[in-house]
């Protein structure tokens, strides 16, 4: 901590939790309890179960979010290979060049992903590229999503190399073939790993766009949650809520595994 003073540092945690749990916190221990509760009497809820949880992970519930795991993963590889790769020709270019490319990535973050969302609807409603009504157009708007936060964090990463270790390698024989697969991807594994956790938490919570393009047989987990609150049924929705949030914090945690070990490398 910056704050040197025993003063000082106690107010810095003071002020961290009076905007923290206000904020980030209580509104997420609000949807726990929820999730446990059959209805809301005054300011806290009444009628404690977990009979919202036994649906939550089973019939359609358990499907939607089978579809969210396995949409948020394609769509992650997907981002993570596209964006490395154009973080690392983006480098190899000129500044000009390096700032259009940029903005190309950016693009698809700087407009409401409703509108990614339309753009891919209206592009791939028509042959030789029909995937309207399959899960397919769901995965490749996901991937148009988050592929910008792939390619800045492989950008940002590939500036804060040491060109010294792909010197030597050049300078030993190494073709540029090699010195790529066992140089410079190795040494951007962590940020690789960063990306990817990013870009799957980013497709899990992902509800605009979806809710535009999904077909009757891939429901993602976040539309099921909102057509269950939009029914009224909250306390379904809370504990759907949860479960979602439970399943991209135990892949975070996965991944963040990974990265650990990674840099220790």
């Known amino acids: 901590m910056l704050v040197h003073s025993r003063t000082g540092r106690w107010a810095a945690r003071a002020l961290f939790a009076v905007l923290f749990v206000p904020l980030f916190a209580l509104p997420l221990l609000v949807i726990l309890a929820a999730s446990f509760s059959t209805h809301w009497s005054g300011a806290f809820p009444s009628g404690p179960t977990t009979a919202h949880y036994t649906a939550a992970v089973r019939g359609e519930s358990l499907q939607a979010l089978t579809t969210s795991l396995v949409t948020a993963l394609t769509a992650s590889v997907l981002a993570l ?16 060049g390096r700032r259009v ?4 990535f ?8 409703v509108v990614v969302g339309l753009a891919v609807l209206v592009a791939f409603s028509q042959p030789p590229l029909l995937l309207n009504g399959t899960r397919w157009i769901v995965i490749l708007a996901h991937t148009v999503l988050v592929t910008a936060f792939a390619y800045q964090s492989v950008s940002a990463a590939i500036l804060r190399l040491d060109p010294m270790y792909e010197q030597a390698a050049a300078s030993l024989g190494a073709r540029p073939s090699y010195v790529l697969l066992r140089v410079r991807l190795p040494l951007l594994l962590p940020s690789l790993n ?3 956790g990013l870009c ?5 919570g992902e509800l605009s766009a979806t809710m535009m393009l999904y077909p009757p ?3 993602p987990l976040p539309v099921l949650i909102f057509t269950a609150t939009d029914r009224g049924s909250l306390f379904t929705g809370s504990a ?25 490398r």
């Not at 490319?101 to 190309?104: G, K, S």
């Not at 799957?200 to 899990?204: E, G, K, N, T």
């Open 217 to 219: 047989d891939w429901l």
């Open 240 to 264: 759907l809520a949860v479960v979602l949030m439970a399943a991209t914090l135990l892949v975070l945690l996965a991944v963040s595994r990974i990265r650990t070990k990674a840099s220790y």
């Open 101 to 104: 490319l940029d903005a190309l």
């Open 81 to 96: 290979t596209a964006g490395t790769w154009a973080a690392l020709t983006a480098a190899a270019l000129r500044k000009r």
């Open 106 to 113: 950016v693009l698809p973050v700087a407009v409401p992903s």
């Open 194 to 196: 960063a990306a990817a």
């Open 200 to 204: 799957f938490a980013l497709s899990m």
